[in-house]
């Protein structure tokens, strides 16, 4: 079992899964490229605990507790101690290429090197790697703290022990494994593009409004939230970056085209929650 975790990226994910771990007893090192940047991921920590602590979720002296077990590296050579490290930055294949040569040059021998990828191939990322089959796929849901799912992707080479471990670390963390292949998007987001992408072209086409095909699909089809308060939650550039890297992965595939309305908003400024604003406008209380 993995006594020491390492986490780069101390974005949204980051620190989500940070935030997982650390509960579940783990040593966790959360890594970034400056301090603005991990003082953020710590305090967006932080404050998800005291709404724990509020809710009556969790202790003052768990909060304390578990808020020992994370520190700040702005150095991936601090990482070297680490048994597992997850990658949880941009979606970019050739930042995630280079990011996982370093990784190897700067962690023992044995560790596991996990991409946190939504959809780009696990073999693509492990390809720069010497020893790819300690390269595998985790791909935690945002918010990863209350998302039981984890999709765990096996690549070209990745070990069957490799992958072992990687099933019993999500039991560990509380989290449901489910083992898929390495195909763009994997499961989750093939069968989520024709969710968001039907509701944005019934957007473009004036058939409803926002508002109406929410309500529809919760009312209706019974889910928990609608298609745009789903991008809105997720970041409507990451969900963007994952139709665009679907869509040219697939060579072109109509069922996977992004659509205008979401390269508009990105270029605007207007990704969702984390901004204020996305498809709904959000006050300083959400």
């Known amino acids: 079992m993995f006594k020491h975790v390492g986490i780069v990226g101390a974005g949204t994910m980051g620190s989500g899964i940070a935030q997982v771990v650390a509960l579940s007893k783990i040593d966790v090192a959360l890594y970034d ?12 920590i932080r404050a998800d605990f005291r709404k724990a602590v509020e809710r009556g979720k969790l202790t003052q002296e768990q909060l304390t507790e578990t808020m020992e077990r994370i520190r700040s590296r702005t150095s991936l050579s601090e990482l070297t101690s680490c048994d597992l490290i997850i990658e949880a930055v941009i979606e970019d294949l050739r930042v995630k290429k280079d990011l996982f040569k370093h990784l190897e040059q700067n962690s023992k021998a044995t560790t596991v090197l996990a991409t946190n990828t939504s959809s ?3 073999s693509s990322i492990a390809s720069g790697v010497s020893k790819q089959e300690r390269v595998i796929g985790m791909h935690f849901f ?3 703290q209350t998302m039981k799912l984890i999709e765990v992707i096996r690549g070209e080479q990745t070990s069957e022990a490799v992958v072992s471990s990687a099933i019993e670390f999500v039991k ?3 989290k449901i494994p489910v083992r898929v292949k390495d195909t763009p998007g994997f499961v989750v987001n093939r069968v ?14 004036n058939v409803a409004s926002v508002e109406q095909i929410d309500r529809i699909t919760k009312v209706i089809g019974g889910f928990a939230m609608g298609p745009f308060e789903l991008m809105d939650l997720i970041g409507i550039d990451v969900n963007f970056s994952v139709t665009q890297s679907m869509y040219e992965q697939y060579f072109g595939e109509p069922r996977y085209r992004p ?14 929650k984390k ?4 498809f709904y406008v959000y006050d300083d209380k959400i």
């Open 275 to 278: 901004t204020k604003r996305g």
């Open 192 to 205: 989520a593009r024709p969710f968001y992408g039907e509701a944005l072209r019934l957007l473009g086409e």
């Open 142 to 144: 945002n918010p990863a």
């Open 33 to 44: 490229v400056n301090d603005t940047l991990l003082r953020q991921g710590i305090e967006r």
């Open 172 to 174: 560990h963390i509380g």
């Open 259 to 272: 659509h205008p309305i979401q390269k508009r908003m990105v270029e605007s400024g207007m990704l969702g």
């Open 120 to 122: 780009l191939s696990v």
